[in-house]
């Protein structure tokens, strides 16, 4: 017998397994449906018609390995999706997103963190007073809804307090359109805004989100908090993202109050297209060019001073570029 065959009887014996397939079930009828909440590992979703619909309780399949499934997400769910207690169902597929709002950690962090998918607005709560606005952090919502591809809406609160035209007069040049309400006032002109859309409302812990929440949406129940007046600041109140049907059409997403959002993943190039003016004008800027103040050469101080673009406009959209530079809390 040879040495070879002598060691032969040790090696461990190779265990049998069925040959891998290539094939992968088809979710073709899977029942899709928009994820409004998640919750430790477990997802609620909403399968149907937005008025004529019904919560299901899923978990993510291991097919999906690594793949995000946020808050906002259309999804196709396999297994029991009727929604009746005690059933649980497997989120299969994630279907593509029309936009995606995400931030980063802070602006060192190259690590974009996606907040909420498939939203149509970014609806900007800012109290005139108490607590005083940032209009830093205002700044970088813009930015975050221009790169998402969301429509940014200006909401007002507390303007009972003080004169908003202050604040408005520094986003007009940028054409945001504005709402403005009032503690108990009336809420129809936002009412408007939100109609059949799905609209992200951001803002810092005390503006009043929540209150606005529970005004378009009668008994939405989201807690209220209050301002503390050393700081100046809000509490938490709302500690995760839902999704909430509006009466008549739409989906109002509330968030947790916000007070650094960094903005390290967005491209200043992408930016400048959601200005087409502007955009139009920089194409003759040099190759690499930041479009910042102190950018030798741009096209934009060019046109600027020769008249074929508005002076206050072309400052704002620099002061949304610098935003990106300047950690605000």
């Known amino acids: 017998m040879s040495r070879y065959d002598e060691e032969a009887r040790y090696d461990r014996p190779k265990r049998r397994t069925r040959p891998r397939t290539k094939d992968r079930p088809s979710y073709d009828d899977a029942a899709e449906a928009v994820v409004i909440t998640r919750d430790r590992g477990r997802y609620t979703?909403?399968?149907?018609p937005t008025d004529d619909g019904h919560q299901v309780t899923a978990m993510k399949a291991r097919q999906l390995g690594r793949t995000g499934v946020i808050v906002g997400d259309r999804v196709k769910l396999d297994g029991d999706a009727t929604g009746d207690e005690g059933t649980l169902a497997r989120i299969v597929e994630v279907l593509p997103r029309r936009t995606l709002l995400?931030?980063?950690?802070?602006?060192?962090d190259p690590v974009e963190r996606p907040l909420v998918a498939n939203a149509d607005q970014l609806v900007i709560v800012v109290a005139v007073a108490n607590p005083e606005p940032r209009t830093g952090l205002i700044d970088r919502f813009l930015v975050a809804a221009y790169d998402a591809g969301m429509r940014p809406l200006?909401?007002?609160?507390k303007t009972d307090l003080?004169?908003?035209?202050?604040?408005?007069s520094i986003y007009r040049p940028l054409g945001v359109e504005s709402v403005a309400t009032q503690q108990g006032g009336d809420l129809t002109a936002l009412r408007e805004q939100l109609?059949?859309?799905t609209s992200v409302l951001v803002g810092h812990s005390g503006v009043g989100k929540s209150t606005l929440v529970n005004g378009v949406i009668p008994g939405a129940g989201r807690a209220i908090g209050i301002v503390n007046e050393v700081t100046g600041r809000g509490r938490h109140t709302s500690t995760n993202t839902v999704v909430l049907r509006l009466p008549g059409g739409g989906w109002l997403i509330d968030t947790p109050g916000i007070r650094s959002f960094g903005l390290a993943h967005v491209d200043p190039e992408k930016l400048i297209h959601a200005f087409p003016d502007l955009a139009d004008l920089a194409r003759d800027c040099p190759r690499g060019c930041t479009h910042a103040a102190d950018a030798p050469d741009c096209a934009l101080d060019e046109a600027v001073?020769?008249?074929q673009a508005d002076v206050d406009r072309v400052a704002s959209f620099r002061r949304l570029l610098a935003s990106r530079a300047t950690t605000i809390y």
């Open 305 to 307: 001073a020769a008249g």
């Open 154 to 157: 200006l909401c007002l609160t």
């Open 45 to 48: 979703c909403w399968a149907g």
């Open 102 to 108: 995400r931030r980063s950690a802070d602006d060192d």
């Open 195 to 197: 109609q059949d859309r």
């Open 162 to 168: 003080a004169d908003p035209d202050p604040l408005l």
